[in-house]
């Protein structure tokens, strides 16, 4: 079945444009516009894939990350960060905070959901979104 993918974003502008590329593309999906409610949301929902904002309101994405991992049935769930920061120090602190990758904005629409895909399992992904390998 088709992954559910959880975006925790609280710029709207990126959150919508998230949520178009991955509904476009055949995902299910459940939003949160905090990190607070992120980890609500995905201790209810259970997605198969979260993409997380690092600088939000609340809590941020880091905290969102250590939580998550320290909720049973979390630790390998893929959780990728989604940041405006692009420098190659802060490539290496997120992958050092257990992120399973890292994408920058400005989300660029014509490979977003590739790289997106790249972290889920063949048969999670949407049907025809992706290149078979
Ligand atoms: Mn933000």
């Known amino acids: 079945m088709v992954a559910q993918i959880l975006i925790i974003e609280d710029n709207e502008a990126n959150l919508e444009l998230v949520h ?11 939003v949160a516009v905090d990190g607070a409610e992120g980890v609500a949301v995905a201790l ?7 993409v997380c904002d690092l600088q939000m309101p609340v809590m941020d994405g880091y905290e969102v990350l250590r939580r998550l991992r320290a909720a049973a049935g979390f630790a390998a769930i893929p959780i ?4 405006a ?3 190659p120090d802060d490539q290496r602190r ?9 994408l ?3 989300i660029e ?12 399992a063949p048969p999670l992904r949407a049907r025809g979104a992706a290149p078979q390998r």
């Open 20 to 30: 178009y590329l991955l509904e476009k593309a055949g995902y299910r999906l459940s």
């Open 104 to 106: 920058s904005k400005p």
């Open 94 to 102: 997120v992958k050092q905070a257990g992120f399973d990758g890292y």
């Open 44 to 50: 209810r929902v259970r997605p198969d894939l979260i």
């Open 109 to 120: 629409p014509e490979t977003f959901v590739a790289s997106i895909e790249a972290f889920l």
């Open 85 to 87: 920061y692009s420098m």
């Open 80 to 83: 990728v960060a989604v940041t």
